[in-house]
């Protein structure tokens, strides 16, 4: 039983390139999330899914999309990458009012 | 916006002394209070939580009080070990759900030997 799987675990951008960031979970969870962590600021919300099919934004959309591909992976992109979103990025997922499951992460350098 | 604040940002002591972490919020209506733990390089692991209809709970040498009226929330650690030494982020649920989570901005505790 893996949890919450990221991938790719480290990934170095350019400024202006595209990429994306994949979750899967295999715990059966309605819900999952995308945080960021930055030194000094514990982790703030990007986007969250409540179930397959919907997704709403969290603190800090801005330079981000979402999509649930199905209930198991909720994928992460940036269109056009920031040295401002140079950070580790965690997925987590819940059930109902259960608490949430972290991934490992993925830490993103942009140059 | 909602906001969680957490104190103190380090927290240095003695194997053996016990530990306290203090978080506030501003929603009055967040119903849930999890308490998650990160070692360097790791992910964030739940250590415990409670709800708003609680006001205490307990396990082992860790435990969780909360005080709604004043909107505040903290964890107690006793007989602190060295293994203890990590992150410690509290975070508050908001807009009245539980799929929607505030984090305060840490605090690192080093346990000395």
């Known amino acids: 039983n893996a949890g919450v799987t990221q991938t790719p675990k480290f990934q170095v951008l350019k400024t202006g390139q595209s990429m994306t960031l994949q979750c899967a979970q295999d715990?059966?969870?309605?819900?999952m999330y995308w945080y960021r962590q930055d030194p000094g600021m514990g982790l703030r919300l990007i986007y969250y899914?409540?179930?397959?099919?919907?997704?709403d934004k969290g603190e800090v959309p801005n330079g981000y999309n979402v999509s649930r591909l199905n209930k198991r992976e909720f994928s992460l992109r940036l269109e056009s990458a920031a040295p401002s979103q140079t950070s580790v990025y965690f997925c987590?997922?819940?059930?109902?009012?259960?608490?949430?499951?972290f991934g490992d992460g993925t830490r993103l350098s942009i140059l | 916006g909602e906001n969680v604040e957490q104190h103190p940002s380090t927290l240095s002591v003695q194997e053996g002394d016990s530990a306290v972490i203090k978080c506030t919020y501003s929603?009055?209506?967040?119903?849930?209070f999890p308490w998650y733990k990160q070692e360097l390089g790791k992910r964030p692991q739940l250590i415990i939580d409670?709800?708003?209809?609680?006001g205490e709970k307990k396990d082992q040498r860790i435990a969780v009080t909360l005080n709604k009226t004043a909107k505040h929330f903290s964890l107690h650690i006793t007989e602190t070990q060295p293994e203890d030494s990590a992150v410690y982020f509290c975070?508050?649920?908001?807009?009245?759900?539980?799929?929607?989570?505030?984090f305060g901005a840490g605090t690192r505790l080093a346990v000395h030997p």
């Open positions: 987590a997922s819940s059930d109902g009012n259960q608490p949430q499951h």
């Open positions: 715990m059966n969870h309605n819900s």
């Open positions: 899914s409540a179930s397959e099919g919907t997704t």
């Open positions: 929603d009055s209506a967040s119903n849930y």
């Open positions: 409670i709800r708003s209809n609680v």
């Open positions: 975070a508050a649920s908001f807009s009245g759900g539980y799929n929607k989570l505030i």
